[in-house]
Nanobody
Framework: QVQLVESGGGLVQAGGSLRLSCAASGRIFSMYNMGWFRQAPGKEREFVAS????????YYADSVKGRFTISRDNAKNTVYLQMNSLKPEDTAVYYC??????????????WGQGTQVTVSS
């Protein structure tokens, strides 16, 4: 399995930006589709964005489309989530995940520990 470590979370005012990073180790990073998910208190974990092995295909939840950008650097074994125009409703723990096949939530078998993002109004 691949090990994933997120970083870059924090407290930001509404309208601000953050960039999350997820460093992978243990297996060949380019074998994995990568995704970002988030979980707010009292809510289920939800899909945010995903990216294919080569980076050629990206997918976004409607709630973040046009504000968030997922990217990856296979040479650095890292996937990123650039978050702009942040809103208080983006407040959640953000998780990085890896999938050997597919992009549905159940296909992501490796997860990081999460990083907290808090957006103040």
């Amino acid at each position: 399995q691949v090990q994933l470590v997120e970083s870059g979370g924090g407290l930001v005012q509404a309208g601000g930006s953050l960039r999350l990073s997820c460093a992978a180790s243990g297996r060949i990073f380019s074998m994995y589709n990568m995704g970002w998910f988030r979980q707010a208190p009292g809510k289920e974990r939800e899909f945010v964005a995903s990216i294919s092995r080569s980076g050629g295909s990206t997918y976004y939840a409607d709630s973040v489309k046009g504000r968030f950008t997922i990217s990856r650097d296979n040479a650095k074994n890292t996937v990123y989530l650039q978050m702009n125009s942040l809103k208080p409703e983006d407040t959640a723990v953000y998780y990085c995940a890896a999938s050997t096949n597919g992009f549905t939530k159940t296909s992501f078998g490796s997860w990081g520990q999460g990083t907290q993002v808090t957006v103040s109004s």
